[in-house]
């Protein structure tokens, strides 16, 4: 079911009629007929304000017609986050990322925590929102149970996974020469 179609049937379902709907939230009558009729594109923030008035949640409606929503893939979509970037554009858009760690050294310490959280099924991506401040997404595919933190938190967990893999090795290293 589309957008504007998934709006009317949970209107009419609730009794509520366009021009209630619209002043609910304050849209015209047409404005609302337009969503339902998928003639024009509805906006996260209108969505919202439907979603509320519906007593629904967002992920009620499919988000295909929707402007402001971001695709993570694996079918998991943000609504009104902001755009999807790589990994490098955000540490090198940074003034200083992370302790005094050069660019590389941290997009290197990334990358290698980004692989082992990967072996747990955890699939990592990066966000600007609009305020062009950087989030990272994290998605377990097994569960498609989904969080965003901020780039600083990442950071830190990565700069701890890779610690704690260099400290498992040197440990296994050491064990293998007894």
């Not at 009558?29 to 439907?50: C, M, N, P, V, W």
């Not at 008035?53 to 988000?63: E, G, K, Q, R, W």
């Not at 980004?114 to 990272?136: A, H, M, P």
């Not at 600083?152 to 440990?171: G, L, N, P, Y």
């Amino acid at each position: 079911m589309e957008t504007g179609q998934k709006i009317r049937y949970e209107r009419k379902k609730q009794g509520l009629s366009m021009k209630k709907l619209g002043e609910a939230i304050g849209l015209s009558e047409q404005a609302i007929a337009h969503y339902e009729k998928g003639t024009r594109r509805i906006s996260f923030d209108t969505l919202k304000k439907i979603a509320n008035v519906l007593n629904l949640p967002i992920s009620a409606f499919n988000p295909d017609n929707i402007e402001g929503y971001t695709d993570f893939g694996n079918g998991i979509k943000g609504f009104g986050i902001g755009e999807k970037i790589t990994l490098r554009n955000m540490i090198y858009s940074l003034y200083d990322p992370y302790m005094g760690m050069g660019k590389e050294e941290i997009l290197n310490m990334c990358e290698k925590a980004i692989k082992i959280l990967k072996l747990y099924n955890l699939e990592i991506s990066f966000i600007r929102d609009k305020e062009f401040d950087f989030l990272v997404h994290i998605l377990d595919i097994n569960t498609r149970n989904s969080n965003f933190i901020p780039y600083q938190r990442f950071f830190v967990e990565a700069d701890k996974i890779t610690w704690f893999m260099k400290s498992e090795i040197s440990t296994i290293m050491e064990y293998n020469n007894e």
